[in-house]
């Protein structure tokens, strides 16, 4: 468990705290003393010298103690192994205390709140590592670090507390492979094959041979029947841009797979899975009191911005909860919109006609997996029915208007509710 | 983003394994003073009562240790009443001195008792003995950690054999003055230890060298 740390590890570089030790005497000392004490005590009262034998030993472990020296204050230093980490990946933490002498060193981990410390919570020695796993997404502070400094005949305990640093703790990504491709895409060179001929690998089809063509793309078997060269023409390739809606006004649900898990989860998985498919992509977080905006863009590193951006989204613009007003680049003309959203919010369902009326080729992936609970009266099963027929009729009139509402349980893969749609081009329908 | 050296599953149950068997010895320890010190049962003097003393505080003392890991919520608002009983209970059990009140107890039971001086040594090493093992249990050391103690309790064991052949030589003269005279003896005797005892306990150089920490 501990231990196991190189001398050259950028620990040792870390610079650390010098903190004060508040030095006491430890139970295992009050328990000898009262030994001591006692054994005296009954010897001088009942006259029997074998007493004060017993209170020697006792004694002279106290009296030893006396000789040692403490230090006053130590120096400590935490490094974690990460400071982003994404919910149930395993972060180690390293710590050593210097300056403590010859003094026995306890490290116990105090976790924070949805940390899971694993097996293992406390390690003795002047540096040791732990193991810890946040469960949920936000920004989660570890926790605490209690040392505990034993002298060298344990009679005084030295104790002093750690505040160890936050962690950014990123939404798990669902598992998504495929991607839903629009039919109209951008002139960009990207790896969706698109409905024009052009310089990509996917077979297009047969034209007359023109002068300039490349003597390797001839199709013999058609030129053979046809009498005339032919060449084979293959799809233009092509990159989209893509925009997650993240709805966060509502959050139902059993925590840690509740409405908002499930949209952040999804929005992540759908964001990686269109990175790494060379789209564009960006992110738009509907919240109360306004929506935060990142505009779509390329690489790994997009990933992490958009995580940051749904994860802080109150930093963002916050003008107001209308689309109208993000600009062109939060929302580029003729991008993909996949929605990730309970669709419990009325303004945000009225919102999504709006962008579907302006044009905008949008996907809603509804993650509601909650629903009131069944109580007995029965005014409550109606109105828990009635709820039932307007959830209903709002995917219903989604439907209508040309927005596909597919629902995801959070636990399949996000491959199957989208399978309908992957499977072929997305077409707008106006 | 991943941590890289995970305590392997031996390790750690080696370490339970020792955890355990320090934690059962201390409680054996434990029972064996008190039933050392009450065994044969006199009737006089609150014995019966010093005899509960001593059970009740050897046995809340291995609970205590046995409970040691039971982790506290930080906050109990808005708990079951059972729960708060319970973290109660646990409270009360980490805060009383059990292993304090089980000794002076057992001194008393041995007060009580017409045994012979080397009869009280043995009680004496023990008792040593379970403080030792009561302190490594609920510290969670090894018992390599009292190996600096062990030239200090060397001499505290012969400090012990004296104090037992003091109480077992024949009185002097008749009267009280004998045994007191041999009290202040065995009180010598320990002072003189004392004296010795800067030598004997020194303190090693600080690792590396140099000064101690926070000194001029």
């Known amino acids: 468990m501990s231990s196991s740390i190189e001398p050259n590890d950028r620990l040792f570089r870390v610079p650390g705290h010098e903190l004060e030790v508040h030095w006491r005497s430890s139970r295992h000392a009050r328990r000898l003393l009262t030994l001591g004490i006692a054994g005296v005590f009954i010897a001088l009262l009942a006259r029997r010298p074998e007493f004060a034998g017993v209170a020697a030993p006792a004694l002279l472990l106290l009296g030893a103690g006396r000789v040692q020296r403490r230090p006053a204050r130590i120096g400590v230093r935490v490094r974690p192994s990460a400071t ?48 810890f796993t946040p469960e949920r997404w936000g ?27 936050k962690l950014d703790c990123y939404p798990a990504p669902a598992d998504q492979r495929t991607k839903v491709v629009l039919r109209r895409l951008p002139n960009r060179l990207g790896e969706h094959p ?13 034209r007359e041979y023109v002068p300039g063509d490349r003597q390797r793309s001839i199709n013999w078997p058609a030129s053979t029947r046809r009498g005339r060269l032919q060449v084979n023409t293959f799809a233009a390739e092509r990159s989209q841009d893509v925009v997650l809606l993240a709805d966060a006004t509502s959050d139902v649900g059993v925590p840690g797979s509740s409405a908002l898990d499930l949209a952040l989860r999804g929005a992540v998985a759908a964001a990686r899975a269109y990175l790494e498919g060379r789209d564009r992509v960006g992110v738009i977080t509907y919240q109360w009191g306004g929506v935060s905006w990142l505009g779509p863009g390329l690489g790994r590193r997009q990933l992490y911005r958009i995580i940051d951006s749904m994860l802080a989204s109150d930093a963002g613009y916050a003008r107001g909860a209308s689309f109208r007003r ?29 962008m579907r009326e302006r044009g905008f080729t949008l996907l809603v992936v509804d993650v509601l997996n909650a629903e009131p609970p069944v109580r007995r009266h029965r005014e409550d099963r109606m109105a828990r029915r009635i709820w039932r027929m307007e959830q209903e009729a709002i995917r219903f009139s989604l439907r209508e208007l040309g927005v596909p509402v597919v629902h995801w349980d959070g636990v399949q893969s996000l491959d199957l509710p989208l399978a309908a749609h992957t499977r072929r081009p997305l077409a707008a329908r106006r | 983003m991943t941590g890289s050296s995970v305590p392997r599953a031996g390790v750690l149950r080696a370490g339970v394994l020792r955890g355990g068997s320090i934690l059962l010895g201390a409680a054996l320890l434990g029972a064996g003073c008190v039933v050392w010190a009450a065994a044969p049962l006199v009737r006089s003097g609150y014995a019966d009562f010093a005899l509960f003393l001593a059970i009740l505080g050897v046995a809340a003392g291995a609970l205590r ?74 510290s969670g050391a090894s018992p390599e950690a009292l190996r600096p103690q062990v030239r200090v309790l060397a001499v505290g064991a012969g400090l012990l054999a004296l104090g037992a052949g003091a109480g077992m030589l024949p009185a002097v003269g008749a009267g009280a003055g004998s045994a007191l005279l041999r009290l202040v003896a065995a009180g010598a005797l320990i002072a003189a230890a004392g004296l010795v005892l800067p030598y004997v306990a020194a303190p090693g150089p600080p690792p590396g060298g140099g000064r101690w920490p926070g000194r001029q």
């Open chain 1, 194 to 206: 698109a409905r024009t001929s052009g310089e990509g690998i996917e077979f297009f089809g047969v």
């Open chain 1, 84 to 131: 982003r980490a994404f919910e149930g990946e395993l972060v180690a933490l390293d710590v050593r205390a210097e300056g403590q002498g010859d003094s026995h060193v306890r490290w116990t981990l105090h976790p924070g709140t949805d940390i899971d410390p694993g097996d293992v919570t406390a390690a003795d020695g002047a540096q040791a590592r732990f193991t």
């Open chain 1, 139 to 165: 920004r989660r502070e570890i926790g605490t670090m209690d040392v505990v400094l034993r002298d060298r005949w344990r009679l005084a305990e030295g104790h002093l507390t750690v505040t160890l640093p």
């Open chain 1, 326 to 354: 993000l600009p062109r680049a939060a929302l580029p003309p003729g991008a993909l919109v996949v929605v990730f959203s309970p669709l419990l919010d009325q303004r945000f369902v009225e919102t999504l006609r709006d």
């Open chain 2, 65 to 138: 240790l046995i409970l040691a890991a039971v982790p506290v919520p930080e906050d109990n608002y808005l708990l079951p009443a059972s729960l708060r009983v319970w973290l109660r209970f646990l409270e009360a059990l980490r805060l009383v001195p059990w292993e304090e009140g089980g000794l002076l107890a057992i001194l008393w039971l041995e007060v009580l008792h017409p045994a012979p001086p080397w009869h009280t040594a043995v009680l004496g090493a023990a008792l040593i003995g379970y403080l030792l093992a009561t302190h490594l249990a609920e």
